[in-house]
Nanobody, 125 residues
Framework: QVQLVESGGGLVQAGGSLRLSCAASGRTFSSYTMGWFRQAPGKEREFVAA????????YYADSVKGRFTISRDNAKNTVYLKMNNLKPEDTAVYYC??????????????????WGQGTQVTVSS
């Protein structure tokens, strides 16, 4: 199966920035839609951002639009989430996910095929 490993989380003050990375195994990474999700304490998992296999289409939750940027480097089998102007409400465990073909109709769906272990992002006031 495909392994996904997130890194780059940490503690940052409000207004700061972090870049998360997700390293994926497998030769077919370039054909995957990749997504980022997060789960805060006491909350359900929610969609954050997604990017298709070419990088030509991106999707963002309204709560992060304009602040977060998703990108991918297929040669490195890695997807990134650049997070700017972080807010305390961004505090959560962030998960990387892969949607293998056949692809989901809606990349905002939670029904991805493979998931990483998560990385903690904590934003202090």
């Amino acid at each position: 199966q495909v392994q996904l490993v997130e890194s780059g989380g940490g503690l940052v003050q409000a207004g700061g920035s972090l870049r998360l990375s997700c390293a994926a195994s497998g030769r077919t990474f370039s054909s995957y839609t990749m997504g980022w999700f997060r789960q805060a304490p006491g909350k359900e998992r929610e969609f954050v951002a997604a990017i298709n296999w070419t990088g030509g289409r991106t999707y963002y939750a309204d709560s992060v639009k304009g602040r977060f940027t998703i990108s991918r480097d297929n040669a490195k089998n890695t997807v990134y989430l650049k997070m700017n102007n972080l807010k305390p409400e961004d505090t959560a465990v962030y998960y990387c996910a892969a949607d293998r073909p056949p692809l989901l109709r809606d990349p905002r769906s939670l029904e991805y095929d493979d998931w990483g272990q998560g990385t903690q992002v904590t934003v202090s006031s």
